[in-house]
């Protein structure tokens, strides 16, 4: 059964950092890998998609790096700003799961001022 | 787009009562997922659909859980009768087809029903 870590479940950062949130699973026979934003009360936003052919996915401030062989991706998140203050949640859909994704339990960020 | 809409945004009812949560997907996506999200649990897929086909409900926790899609832009999901654990947020969310059988596109979620059961 797949599981889906995030670590750390919690981080504060001063405005202006740079910062990499992680995502790591434990079956690596994955079809793609999508990252997630939740705001408070709100429901998910899309980030970014990667397939399991590809290494990186970029927009704008955000790139997510895939590591299928060592289960692993990160979100990095470039000059951040408060507006960035939200859960990130990754999410993989594994090969032989047909459509169900599962979800990791989320990075709750805060970007101070 | 509107994007994928859900009603009720809040629902507080009694144990027991019959529950109905509604939702739109986006126009031209053939899947729709119903998920819940717990503090607990976090994000558990309940059911997902294929063009209006339930595929997989083995999330649903229990009979009192149903869930249907009479149309390519309409599906319901119902609990009864309610009890206090099912307190948690349903969301839905759909996704357009993938160049195979996949849904291997992005999943874009509604805003969320915000469910209570006193």
């Known amino acids: 059964k797949q599981e889906v870590t995030q670590i750390p479940a919690a981080l504060s950062v001063p405005e202006g950092e740079n910062l990499v949130l992680n995502c790591s699973f434990t079956d690596s026979a994955i079809y793609n890998l999508q990252w997630f934003r939740q705001d408070p009360g709100k429901g998910l936003t899309s980030l970014l998609l990667?397939?399991?052919?590809?290494r990186e996915q970029t927009s704008g401030r955000l790139n997510a790096s895939l590591d299928k062989s060592s289960g692993r991706s990160t979100l990095y998140i470039a000059a951040s700003q408060p507006g960035d203050s939200a859960t990130y949640l990754c999410?993989?859909?594994?090969?032989?799961?047909?459509?169900?994704?599962?979800f990791g339990g989320g990075t709750r960020l805060m970007v101070k001022p | 787009d509107a994007g994928v809409i859900q009603s009720p945004r809040h629902e507080v009812t009694e144990m027991g009562q019959e529950v109905t949560l509604r939702c739109k997907p986006i126009s031209g996506h053939d899947y729709l997922f119903w998920y819940r999200q717990t503090m607990m649990r976090g994000l558990e897929l309940l059911i997902y659909f294929n063009n209006n086909v339930p595929i997989d409900d083995s999330g649903m926790p229990e009979d009192r859980f149903s869930a249907k899609m009479p149309n390519a832009s309409f599906s319901t999901l119902k609990i009864q009768p309610s009890e206090p654990r099912d307190s948690a947020v349903y969301f839905c969310?759909?996704?357009?087809?993938?160049?195979?059988?996949?849904?291997?596109?992005?999943?874009?979620f509604g805003p969320g029903t915000r469910l209570t059961v006193l």
């Open positions: 999410a993989v859909l594994n090969n032989n799961a047909g459509n169900m994704l599962t």
């Open positions: 969310a759909s996704s357009p087809r993938d160049r195979g059988l996949r849904a291997a596109n992005e999943q874009f």
């Open positions: 990667i397939q399991s052919s590809q």
